[in-house]
Structures are given as C-alpha cells and as structure tokens.
C-alpha cells in the first residue's frame, strides 16, 4: 500500500512539471511570434530608404516608436547616463495570477540630474579660461549682480522637460556632455560707451552646414547631418545651380511617385515631406548660404535668439586659449543646446576638427555677441569688413590685450574667362570702338571672391564691398 502511495506521488510529481515545462514551452513559442509579427508589421510600414550621395533624408515622422529588439547593453543607451542596475524580488502570489497583474514585473525610471550653477564673476570665468582678464582688460567692470541672464534657467528648464519627453526613449536622451554644456550666461554693459554684450561660456561643437553654388559650386563630402542651409543666407549673385538640388529634387520625386499608391495613413504622412522637399528645392534655388568649412560663424540656440540674446548676422566673438577670433552669428541651433561654431573656426582652433570631432571638449570655450550689430540685407560675408568692425566693437567694451585674429579667405577665385577675338575695325566703327568706350569688367572686392561687375561704357567702375 505504501509503495503505491509513493508511486502514485512520483506519477503525480512527474506530471505537473510535464505539464508546467510545456506550458513555458507554448508561452515562450506564443511571445516569440507575436514579437516576429510586431517586427514584421513595423517593417512592412516603414518604406524602404534609398541612399542619397549627399545627405540623408528625413523622412516623415513614424506613427509609432520603433521596436527595440536583439541583444543590447542597456547602459549604451544611456548615453553617459550613471547607471544603477538592481533586481527587487518579493514573494507573490501564483504565476498565473502575477501574470496578469501589470504592477508583477515593474521597471522604475527614474533620473536625479544636478542643476548646475552658473559663474557670476570674473573670478569663476576665469577659473576657465586664465587668459580672460588679460584678453579682455575691461570685463571685471562689466560685470555686476545684474548681469546673470534669466535665460540660463531658462536653458536648464528646456533640458529638464525634454528629459520627461523622452525619458521612456533611452536612446533619445540628452547625453551627459549635452545636458552640462553651459557654464555661464551674461547680459553685460560697458559702464563708458553702455555697448551691450551677451557672454557665454560653453564648449564647441562643429557645424559643417551651408552651401554657395556662387564660391564654391563643387560639393565636397559631408557629415550624416550635414544640412545645406544655414540661417544666415541671401539672394544668389549667379544662375550657378546648387550641388544638392539634385537630391532634394530626387527626394520628391520619389515622395511623389510613392503618394499615388500610398495607404491613406501614409498619404498624410507624404503630404508634409512634400511640402517640406518643394521649400527645401526653392530655397536652393533661390539662395546661397553660409559654408561651415570656409566662413568664420557661431550657432545660438533657437530659444535665445527668439528671447533677444542674439540675432542672425550679429557680429561675435569666439575666444579660447589666449586668442580672440571674429566671426559673425550664422545659425540658429536646438533650443537645448549651447555651443556651437563653425569648421572653419573649429579647425582653427583644433587641426584634428571634424563635423563628428569636436575641437573642445571642455567648458572653455568663450563666446560673445555683440546684439543688435547685424546689417542687412545680407551679402557673401567681407571678412575685412568682418575684422573692422569687430576691432571696434571690442574698443567699446575697453579694447583686447591682443590683436585679433584675422581670417584668410580659403576658397579659390573662380576661372578666368577666355578672352573673345575682337571683331574687325570698320570705319563706321572707329569712333565707338575708342579704348575709352570699350566695355570693360572691374572687380568688387568681396568676401569669397572677386566678382566681375559690367560696367558702363565709359564709366569707370569703383570698388565696392559686398555686404
């Protein structure tokens, strides 16, 4: 009797783990194929990228976020973030109960991040960078209790909120070099002359955007964001055709030919790249541009030009080291980023400078915009005008200790043309044919290169500079 109690228990036994194993078997199969559905659907939805030679598209936004799957570190997705990793077991109920249960199987996020405090003296900015007093003699006296810019919480409060947007995206989180990129704010004001300064220290990213079929109509390789604009622009000077129209053009061509047989979800979806594609290919066709590799230029943030700190075309300053570069404010950047300068001056700085290799990394670097000095309408940027009235602008803030760099211009002149044979002399002819009367082409000095100007017959031509 008692051998078959025993047996009758190991049967038993026996069979509710034969049972139990096939049901984690049956669960395992069903979540592997509602994953492999989840993931083909999510493909199926998403049309196919072509490759562009210049730049990636942007394609339109996806309806939903995309699945994150395969073997992944998630501390790779924390982009600097310190991360704490920890298990919190407790006793439950059964699994077919803690199953169903949504509060069972938790993952808690939650992010501490430090606001940082900005430097208010002259003693703080130049634990940064020693060389600011003796580049700037006069700054101490600029600086008073006032001078702290409310637009530094401001800064910190747009950081904070695109954190909670995106704090369930890991991979979209601001990385930790980004989050604590701005060590200072300033409105400044020179006591004597009252010329108005705003005084950032932060790093320097690169900005490599920009194209002007006019200077340089041969396209060179760019960075995966590469953009072909810049805010800083003006109307073209030649009928020389923009290096990236033709992808721009190619781009909706194809966003065309996909809306036909687009599902009605899609069709929406296309709408806005269209439209988004027809202003990008006007506006090429239209415009010439800064070029980040050849021009000397900054990048605020979009929230501090739309608050006044500065606007597109307000002369600049950028000092790092024991140097002071000129340059103007080209670009408008993220609103929760701060730092930013063009190749041209990111190379100056660092030879080793690429769109994806910032030359500093570290808060040293030191901006300032002069606000309210732009001069429009804007032309090819002079880069002798550039240095005239950055050299008088900081003799209204009390003069450098040094002199300022000064920018030679990197890009090539344009071909000379080949002479045309004159046609014979005819007595009818010889008066109006006269070396006084004879159309000639002077040249206007310009920033990028000198451009040929038609001149009146019998009219010298005087040289004039481009704004």
Partial sequence: MQRFRLRTLRRTVLLLLTALLAAVVLRWISLERWRWNLTRVETESEPTPTPEPTRPERSPTPTRPPVISGKLESARLFNGITL????????????????VDPESYVLDLKLRA???????????????NPELPRLLPQLAAMITPESPSPWFEELYATKLKALRENLARLDSLLSRHNFYDCQAVLQLKHPQTHRRVLLMQADMD??????????????????PNFKPFTSFRWAKKTAAPNPYLPAVEEKLKRYEGES??????????????????????????????LIGAADPYIVLPGSLSRSGGGKIGDYALVIFG????????????????VGEASLRIAKEINANATPNNRPVSDLKVTYFIFSGTAEPPFGPPDLEKLQVKCEALVKEIGGAGVPLHHWENII????????????????AATAADSPSASPSATV?????????????PGIAASPSNAP
């Avoid at 690169?206 to 960075?223: N, T, Y």
């Avoid at 570069?325 to 929760?336: K, L, Q, R």
């Avoid at 000379?416 to 007595?427: D, E, G, I, R, V």
């Fill in 84 to 99: 704490h990793a920890t298990v919190e077991p407790a006793p439950g109920r059964s699994a077919s109960e803690e199953r």
């Fill in 114 to 128: 430090r606001i940082p405090a900005p430097n208010k003296t002259i003693d703080e900015l130049a634990k940064v």
């Fill in 206 to 223: 690169v900005d490599a955007d920009g194209s002007d079929s006019d200077r340089l109509p041969i396209s060179s390789g760019v960075s």
């Fill in 260 to 289: 036909r047989t687009a599902t009605a979800e899609r069709k929406r979806e296309l709408k806005v790249a269209i439209s988004q594609a027809r202003d990008e290919a006007e506006t090429l066709k239209r415009f010439s541009f």
């Fill in 322 to 337: 024991n140097t002071i570069y000129p340059a103007i404010v080209g670009d408008i950047g993220p609103s929760n980023k």
């Fill in 412 to 427: 090539p002149p344009p071909p000379t043309p080949t002479p045309t044979a004159s046609p014979p002399t005819t007595p």
């Fill in 444 to 456: 206007a000095p310009t920033f990028a290169f000198p451009t040929p100007t038609a001149t009146t």
